[in-house]
């Protein structure tokens, strides 16, 4: 933060002006007032097992 300010202050400028930023609306992943189930075992992780060789 300090090297963005004096960036800021001996160029004459924001950081807005020096940090580049896009943002995009994605696309709904269901249909609103779609009753599909929520699988929350893909979403889960698994449990390691470690075994000894």
């Known amino acids: 933060m300090p090297v963005l300010a ?3 202050d ?3 400028c ?3 002006d020096l940090i580049a930023t896009l ?3 994605l696309t ?3 249909v609103v007032g779609q009753d599909a189930p929520i699988d929350f075992a ?3 992780p698994t449990r390691v ?3 000894e060789d």
């Open 42 to 44: 893909a979403r889960r």
């Open 6 to 8: 004096t960036l800021c």
């Open 28 to 30: 709904a992943r269901r």
């Open 49 to 51: 097992r470690l075994t």
């Open 10 to 12: 001996i160029l004459g």
């Open 23 to 25: 943002a995009e609306n």
């Open 14 to 16: 924001t950081p807005t």
